[in-house]
């Protein structure tokens, strides 16, 4: 889904490495998920299913909402 990676690419290159080793773990288990799935937790159309998920979607969306 392009817009996807139009949000996650630039998180991967420019935030990624900073984040702690769990929200490493958490992200390579959002990307088991089907796109519409992570893309509607991105938008907040639902929750994410588990905590872990829940703080680095938190952390893709402050990465995006953030002054450029």
Do not use: C, K, S
Not at 22 to 29: F, T
Not at 47 to 57: F, G, M, S
Request: aromatic share 10%; hydrophobic share 50%; net charge negative.
């Amino acid at each position: 889904m392009l817009e996807l990676e139009f949000v996650l690419v630039p998180f991967v290159r420019e935030r990624l490495v900073e984040l702690a080793q769990p929200l490493h773990a958490a992200y390579a288990e959002l990307l088991e998920h089907e796109d519409w799935e992570i893309f509607d937790w991105i938008q907040g159309r639902e929750p994410a299913p588990t905590p872990a998920l829940a703080e680095v979607i938190a952390e893709i969306i402050a990465y995006n909402d953030r002054p450029r």
